[in-house]
């Protein structure tokens, strides 16, 4: 059975840094892309940051800079390392995989940003 458990979310004040974690089972971890999303209540979830197999990552323009995405196989985790916070970041953070067609997601985990 696939599961995502996202962790670290939390308050902090502008400017501060957290660190998301995403432990994965079910599946050949180290074989996949990781991702990492975020949504408002009421609005879609927008892509953040994305890790290859290859270790090759991608970032949305708004984070691109302050977040950082990276993996540990050995884990089985992978991680987003939010740095320079704004209030802009609050969100409900999630980690996704796709495996074949099918998306799997975490339950996710908040992050308020707010002085």
């Known amino acids: 059975q696939v599961q995502l458990k996202e962790s670290g979310g939390g308050l902090v004040q502008p400017g501060e840094s957290l660190r998301l974690s995403c432990t994965a089972s079910?599946?050949?971890?180290?074989?996949?892309?990781m991702n990492w999303y975020r949504q408002a209540p009421g609005k879609e979830r927008e892509l953040v940051a994305q890790?290859?197999?290859?270790?090759?990552?991608n970032y949305a323009d708004s984070v691109r800079g302050r977040f950082t995405i990276f993996r540990d196989n050995s884990k089985n985790t992978v991680y987003l390392q939010m740095n320079e916070l704004k209030p802009d970041d609050t969100f409900v953070y999630y980690c996704n995989t796709q495996l074949g067609r099918e998306n799997y997601w975490g339950l996710g985990t908040q992050v308020t940003v707010s002085s």
């Open positions: 079910g599946f050949a971890f180290s074989s996949v892309a």
């Open positions: 890790i290859t197999v290859d270790y090759d990552t």
